[in-house]
């Protein structure tokens, strides 16, 4: 596709239930960006994936979240046993350089809601 | 702690006047400065971008205005028109670093 593609749109879940979000990258990019927008705030990091090298986890909140790119191309975002907190918009964004992130592409992404 | 500050939280322009975002910043490591926009139920699409190098940057209506000295650095809208109506981001982050800090974002509304 033209963009970065995030699936679902929305996600609405019991609390304590897993979710997982997935994310198509821009082909070709080798960077991917997880991002955490809660309403009226700043969009939050999370992870980086940058080709093949170890991502950075270190924006992840707790170890309830995980995330994994397979094949350098798709990405998933796994929250486990989610709680009411964690609802917010997930964002993805992926680049063709490294580095500052700057000419960062993102998703539409996926509204989650624990109820 | 909130690597980058972000003000007004909201404002309201008239049609054709100028809208003024302010962000400040405090590690002087930071050597990108974008911002973004994002419309409702779309994530952020970047704006315009500077670099520390210039004071100044122009893209058609859209001006940054960076004061190193000050760690300051302000998004001019001009000729606000009401399809600007958005909010807006910004951002900065370091040569070498995997991630963008952003502000909390205002939200810009042009009144016709």
């Known amino acids: 596709g033209a963009g970065v593609s995030q699936s679902p749109s929305n996600k609405v879940t019991e609390k304590g239930k897993d979710v997982e979000l997935r994310c198509d990258p821009i082909?070709?990019?080798?960077?991917l960006y997880w991002y955490r927008q809660s309403l009226g705030q700043g969009l939050e990091f999370l992870i980086y994936?940058?080709?093949?090298?170890?991502?950075?986890k270190s924006g992840l909140p707790s170890d309830r979240f995980s995330a994994e790119r397979t094949g350098g191309s798709v990405s998933t975002l796994t929250i486990q046993r989610t709680q009411q907190e964690d609802s917010a918009v997930y964002l993805c964004?992926?680049?063709?350089?490294?580095?500052?992130?700057?000419?960062?592409?993102f998703g539409q992404g996926t509204r989650l809601t624990v109820v | 702690q909130q690597q980058v500050k972000q003000s007004p939280q909201s404002l309201i322009v008239q049609k054709g006047g100028i809208s003024i975002i302010n962000c400040a910043y405090e590690?002087?490591?930071?050597?990108?400065f974008p911002w973004y926009q994002q419309f409702p139920g779309k994530g952020p699409a970047l704006l315009i971008a500077?670099?520390?190098?210039?004071s100044e940057k122009k893209e058609g209506r859209f001006t940054i205005s960076f004061n190193k000295s000050a760690k300051q650095f302000s998004l001019h809208i001009m000729d606000s028109q009401p399809g600007d109506s958005a909010t807006y981001f910004c951002?900065?982050?370091?040569?070498?670093?995997?991630?963008?800090?952003f502000g909390t974002g205002t939200r810009l509304t042009v009144i016709p």
């Open positions: 964004a992926s680049s063709l350089a490294s580095g500052t992130g700057g000419s960062a592409f």
């Open positions: 082909s070709g990019h080798t960077a």
């Open positions: 994936f940058q080709g093949n090298s170890a991502p950075d």
């Open positions: 590690n002087t490591a930071f050597d990108y």
């Open positions: 500077i670099r520390p190098d210039v």
């Open positions: 951002a900065a982050s370091k040569t070498g670093a995997n991630n963008l800090f």
